[in-house]
């Protein structure tokens, strides 16, 4: 049976009811979908809220997902990134003064690949709200500016500057970082 079939076969009996089919959803998803929160929620007690209402919201709206045109997990981690944003929107004003926005070369940054996970969550989670959630949604999560704008009730080109501004303190960070590194390791 398929990761999918098997997720339609559990929907089906949440469907029903069965109280057992929503624990195994949950169960099966709660990592990925944490570390989603996480991304997005400076601390991890937001980031529990998050999931947990992400969860209400995925089965309290599990009758709107259609089977035949979607991957489960998919939907539910969108359901799980809305509940963020929608925490994000309603305590974050995004302003930028874009007299202060400025283009800079871009280094070689190669400590990426001497970080775990934890040490770039971390890292990430150093970053502004404003930056941290435009980063997540277009680097990580694919959305385009015109989305991002749309989701978070901003304009495209504060969308853009705020992603530029976000590249470039995550790479300050890194180069920092990086000789961190070459002093304890050089």
């Known amino acids: 049976m398929t990761v999918q079939n098997q997720d339609i076969e559990f929907i089906h009996k949440a469907l029903k009811g ?4 929503y624990k195994f959803l949950y169960e099966k998803y709660k990592h990925n979908f944490f ?8 601390n991890k007690v937001n980031a ?9 919201n995925i089965f309290k709206n599990l009758k709107q997902f259609d089977i035949e045109r979607g991957n489960f997990e998919f939907w539910a981690r969108r359901v799980v990134m809305n509940v963020c944003l929608e925490k994000i929107r309603k305590n974050t004003l995004y ?32 970053l502004p709200v404003g930056y941290r959630t435009i980063f997540n949604m277009y680097v990580i999560d694919g959305f385009t500016h ?3 704008a749309e989701k ?14 976000s590249r470039l303190l995550l790479q300050k960070k890194l180069i920092a970082k990086q000789q961190i590194l070459s002093i304890k390791h050089g």
């Not at 529990?48 to 209400?56: A, N, P, S």
């Not at 003064?97 to 150093?126: G, R």
């Open 152 to 165: 978070l009730g901003i304009s495209n080109s504060t969308s853009k500057t705020q992603l530029m501004k």
């Open 48 to 56: 529990e809220d998050c999931l947990q209402e992400g969860f209400i």
């Open 35 to 42: 570390l989603v929160c996480q991304r997005y929620m400076k």
């Open 95 to 126: 302003l930028v003064d874009m007299n202060q926005a400025f283009m800079v070369e871009s280094k070689e940054v190669d400590v990426l690949s001497d970080l775990s996970l934890k040490e770039m969550l971390h890292i990430i989670h150093e």
């Open 146 to 148: 015109k989305e991002i």
């Open 18 to 21: 069965n109280q057992s089919a």
